[in-house]
């Protein structure tokens, strides 16, 4: 074990990588792969399932391709909470980043492979690799510092730099390949991208931390009967793929319908147990409330934020003029977009709320707006649908508005809301509590997969004119609460 010690001793005490430890530039590298294979292949996921089968596609109506990627958006986040447990009492967190990693890229090579089983499997491994990686990288990044060390803030600061520069080339490259030569071309490039972070992982191992945890916990582990449950839960997410490949698309209903129910329950049980528990003392029982309406926050603007890889991803491509100077580009290219704002405007963003110090909003004002700007990208795209005459096609400017939109709205919410997260927590749930920030997105999605039924592009107008208003309207409710909410909460600004 002091061998362990002294290792993370050493990386905590390492400034290498422009003041920070090299591990730094390790995770960076993952992460900036993981988004490049994660948005890439999602960018044309939707449109795969969609296309024809002499396209080279799977042949399936618009709305059940945009629901199959609702409900596999929402399976990831309920695995992330399962991933986080697995880290927590099973390997510890390198294990499970490194085997979530190995697992995608297992999944975006079945998936670069022709064939309706080879789809599903691979969509079942990256589901299940990505909940494990997911919840866990990030708390990689957070061993490498010491605690009080001044370097932290700076440290996620570079490592989200990472995040934004693959999710913006993803769409880019996966996307080009998929829609302009070949589908399973785009995802064997999603796959290229993973493989690589994998091989920086493990060449750079041994400038990670968390080594004397991680030695702890496999120290600790027993295969009781919580992990036979989990491995049985893993295993069937796998064998889901096969069946999927032989079933019709009554039984996949079905399937999307049951996703859609546990993404639903699952963040309610969560809260309240977490408020019923005798482990939460009265004044963190205070907190819980307040934190319910920025979970509602959440799940109201990743409706928005979550349609770029189905509805808006088929608005871009079928109804949307995608040329400059007589230059035709990818439909996907958009979603790139999100990116390059928050690349941009994420300093400027840390900047203003120093600037304004202890005028700055609180944070259940910053994620009212936050979820306000998402309802207005909405609002830009139903504005297009009735301003465009009949037949013609949508000026790419609504678009790209749309996604500047969703690129602020998510920064300033999701910033914000898991800043507060971490000073809301109760302390005997401190975990559990980030567990309810993803299953919150889960039940985001699961929504999602059945509020993309009604999409049409006859209805365009009417379904993303209605979500803005109800999206605004609560955006709006969370704002004005806001002196209440700041009486109810303690040790958050």
Request: net charge positive; proline share 3%; charged share 10%.
């Amino acid at each position: 074990m002091e061998k362990f010690v002294e290792q993370d001793r050493r990386v905590q005490q390492d400034a290498s990588f422009f003041g920070h430890p090299r591990g730094l530039l390790t995770l960076f590298n993952l992460e900036l792969w993981e988004r490049f294979s994660y948005l890439g292949f999602q960018a044309i996921l939707a449109l795969y399932f969609s296309a024809a089968v002499v396209e080279g596609g799977l042949g399936y109506e618009q709305s059940t391709a945009a629901s199959i990627v609702a409900a596999y958006g929402a399976l990831v986040y309920l695995l992330s909470i399962v991933g986080a447990w697995i880290a927590d009492r099973m390997v510890g967190t390198h294990r499970a980043v490194l085997w979530g990693a190995v697992i995608i890229a297992a999944g975006h090579i079945f998936m670069g492979v022709p064939g309706e089983a080879m789809t599903w499997i691979g969509l079942g491994l990256i589901i299940v690799g990505t909940g494990l990686l997911k919840p866990n990288v990030s708390t990689k990044v957070g061993e490498l510092y010491a605690p009080g060390d001044q370097r932290r803030d700076a440290g996620f600061s570079i490592y989200y730099a990472g995040i934004n520069i693959g999710a913006f080339l993803g769409p880019l490259v996966a996307g080009w390949l998929g829609q302009n030569y070949n589908w399973h071309l785009g995802f064997g490039a999603a796959a290229v991208g993973m493989i690589l972070g994998v091989i920086q992982y493990v060449m750079g191992a041994r400038h990670l931390g968390g080594a004397s945890r991680d030695a702890t916990i496999r120290g600790r582990f027993t295969w009781d009967a919580t992990m036979w449950r989990t491995l049985a839960l893993v295993a069937a997410v796998v064998v889901a793929g096969v069946v999927f490949a032989t079933s019709g698309d009554d039984v996949l209903g079905v399937v999307i319908n049951l996703v859609s129910a546990v993404a639903a329950i699952v963040p309610v049980v969560f809260l309240v147990w977490m408020y019923r528990s005798t482990k939460v003392t009265p004044q963190e029982r205070r907190n819980i409330l307040p934190y319910a309406f920025l979970l509602v926050a959440l799940v109201m603007y990743n409706l928005t934020y979550f349609q770029t890889g189905n509805t808006l991803n088929f608005v871009a491509l079928e109804k949307t003029d995608n040329t400059i100077g007589g230059f035709e580009y990818p439909s996907t290219w958009y979603i790139s977009l999100t990116a390059i704002v928050e690349i941009i405007m994420g300093p400027v963003l840390a900047w203003l709320w120093i600037k304004l110090g202890r005028r700055q909003p609180h944070v259940a004002a910053k994620v009212g707006i936050g979820t306000v700007l998402g309802g207005f990208a909405f609002v830009l795209i139903a504005l297009g649908g009735m301003v465009t005459p009949g037949g013609a096609l949508l000026s790419s400017l609504w678009l790209i508005g749309c996604y500047i939109f969703l690129g602020l709205g998510d920064l300033i919410l999701q910033t914000s809301g898991m800043s507060a997260t971490t000073k809301l927590a109760p302390r005997a749930f401190v975990s559990q509590t980030m567990a309810m920030w993803f299953a919150a997105m889960a039940l985001s999605q699961g929504i999602q997969a059945q509020i993309v039924k009604f999409f049409s592009y006859d209805n365009m107008v009417a379904y993303y004119g209605i979500q803005a208003i109800v999206i605004i309207g609560y955006g709006i409710l969370l704002i004005a609460l806001t002196p209440w909410m700041k009486r109810r909460m303690t040790d958050v600004g």
